[in-house]
């Protein structure tokens, strides 16, 4: 059974045409899908019974409830949703005063294999469609509470590109949430291709996983750094203006005696000052037969002070979710039984 979560309006459009419906109920289910976040077709009641009959031959909505949650003691929740085809992924709900972030995952696994992460580690088993991505936000029960959507969960979002803007797109389309941008932050390693399309194509903000500004210790950590190194990709952002509305920040995680040392902090200065942009200091989380160790809270401080004082607008971030493994890197890609 095909699903219509996930489609965007021209596709709908086809729909109709597929299903002898009229042109107009393309944004009609349009409407249902995203705004009102129905869960069967039976519930457009602008439809036709006729047509909502002959939609229900090939397709449903596509919403499917979370398999599992699991509360942290600080309020952070975990979801484990199926996806169409079998498999499942994890997001995180992380509610923060106001605001509340969703942690979405745009595969089913990931091909990186970044040694310190948990999803890397385990390997790639498949892509999600523009559904299964939208699937954990639609799906969400606090939905109506999300402030922020991050492409930071399973697997590397520039490996999934088409389904990623195609979700993105739905969440900031008139039809759809119409979600302003600069509340939609998306991930990468650094896929040069990738880099490219998405800084052309859209508006949202820009993660960059960067952990080392060293070329070798940062493949030692990250074998993309083989085919997409540092050299490659932060032209390309140094070429962009990040004056305006859309935000660049980079991700990096501390390891104890690895990479706080002043010469990495000199070293991200040197690359990083020269772009408008903000670092993500994150605390490592020890994964199983790893040889990293996060490091001591006094090095986290004098990195940030270091980085800000030359420039480099710094934080550490508050992390969350660690007792549930709903942190950074600790997402995996077995159904929890």
Same mark, same amino acid.
């Given at each position: 059974?095909?699903? &219509? ?6 596709? &709908?459009?086809?729909?109709?045409? /597929?299903?002898?419906? !009229? ?9 249902? &899908? ?22 229900? +031959? ?38 923060? #005063? ?8 745009? /595969?089913?696994?990931?091909?990186? #294999? ?7 580690? +385990?390997?790639?088993?498949? /892509? ?20 922020? %959507?991050? *492409? ?5 979002? *520039? ?63 990250? !074998?993309? =750094?083989?085919?997409? $190194?540092?050299?490659?990709?932060? !032209?390309?952002? /140094? ?11 980079? =991700? ?20 990083? $000052? ?12 020890? %994964?199983?037969?790893? !040889? ?29 979710? +660690? ?15």
């Amino acid at each position: 059974m095909k699903t &219509l979560l996930g489609k965007t309006l021209d596709e &709908l459009r086809e729909v109709t045409a /597929q299903c002898n419906l !009229p042109s107009f109920a393309a944004r009609q289910m349009a409407e249902w &899908l995203y705004k009102h976040g129905v869960t069967a077709i039976d519930d457009m009641t602008n439809l036709s019974k006729q047509g909502r009959e002959r939609l229900k +031959q090939d397709y449903e909505v596509g919403i499917r409830p979370a398999a599992m949650c699991q509360t942290s003691k600080d309020g952070t929740r975990k979801y484990l949703f199926p996806t169409s085809d079998g498999h499942h992924v994890e997001s995180v709900f992380i509610p923060d #005063g106001d605001r509340a972030t969703l942690c979405v995952s745009s /595969q089913v696994g990931c091909k990186m #294999g970044c040694q310190f992460c948990m999803t890397g580690r +385990q390997g790639f088993e498949g /892509q999600l469609s523009a559904g299964d991505i939208l699937n954990q936000i639609y799906a969400l029960p606090e939905r109506d509470r999300l402030t922020n %959507i991050v *492409f930071m969960g399973q697997g590397e979002p *520039f490996d999934n590109l088409d389904a990623v803007l195609c979700a993105t797109q739905l969440l900031m389309a008139p039809y759809g949430w119409a979600w302003s941008p600069r509340r939609i932050t998306v991930s990468t390693v650094g896929l040069r291709k990738g880099m490219e399309r998405f800084l052309r194509e859209s508006p949202c903000h820009l993660a960059v996983s960067l952990h080392s500004p060293f070329h070798e210790e940062r493949a030692g950590m990250m !074998p993309a =750094e083989r085919a997409w $190194s540092l050299t490659e990709f932060l !032209p390309l952002l /140094q070429k962009e203006d990040w004056s305006g509305q859309r935000r660049l920040s980079f =991700e990096y995680i501390v390891f104890g005696g690895l990479n706080d040392s002043e010469a990495h902090m000199r070293e991200l200065v040197r690359l990083l $000052s020269p772009m408008e942009c903000r670092v993500n200091l994150i605390r490592f989380h020890t %994964i199983p037969d790893t !040889p990293f160790h996060g490091a001591e809270e006094e090095s986290m401080t004098r990195m940030r002070d270091y980085l800000t004082r030359h420039g480099v607008t710094c934080t550490i971030r508050a992390s969350r979710g +660690q007792d549930i493994m709903a942190a950074c890197g600790l997402l995996s890609t077995a159904k929890k039984e």
